[in-house]
């Protein structure tokens, strides 16, 4: 999926997103999430999301961002500026930069390894530097050819 459109929900209750990129499979896997994520796992998007998603619009800089980013969503999932897990390992999230802002996509992973949307809200630059400090984010380059590269935190000498 490109675009994610509201006007999809109208004839069915859940769509997919899409599927988390091997890369990012393989490196959740080694980073927390033991073995849980599958290659192919599509992640479902519940109708149900939106109106709590909706309710995080106010966090944006404005109703064109947030209506961007909605959009985006997938694009979001599939070439992130940073991936992180939740401390709790029961989510993974996709951050990418829009204009001075990050935007957040979580999706829940459940124990059998399911994959589904919660929700998507702006995510302030101290909180990213949080994550990363604590070792819960990381950042991630693009090879010319698309491939991505999670770069470790390693502390600057």
């Known amino acids: 999926m490109d675009k994610l459109n509201k006007d ?30 599958e290659y192919d796992t599509p992640i479902i998007f519940w109708s149900e999301r939106i109106e709590h998603t909706d309710s995080h619009k106010n966090d944006f800089v404005s109703d064109t961002i947030y209506e961007l980013c909605f959009e985006e969503i997938p694009k979001i999932i599939n070439e992130p500026d940073y991936i992180s897990i939740h401390p709790k390992k029961n989510s993974v999230s996709f951050i990418r930069n829009y204009s001075s802002n990050h935007v957040n ?15 998507m809200y702006p995510l302030i630059d101290a909180m990213l530097t949080h994550y990363m400090d604590t070792d819960h984010a990381w950042r991630v380059e693009y090879k010319d050819d698309g491939t991505p590269v999670i770069i470790d935190n390693v502390q600057d000498s």
Do not use: M, P, Q
């Not at 999809?8 to 499979?25: C, H, Q």
């Not at 996509?105 to 459940?110: G, K, L, Q, S």
């Open 8 to 37: 999809i929900f109208t004839k069915t209750d859940k769509i997919i997103l899409g599927v988390i990129r091997k890369e990012f499979v393989d490196f959740f896997n080694t980073h927390g999430l033991n073995g849980i994520l």
């Open 105 to 119: 996509v979580a999706i829940r992973v459940t124990v059998s390894g399911g994959l589904a949307y919660r929700t």
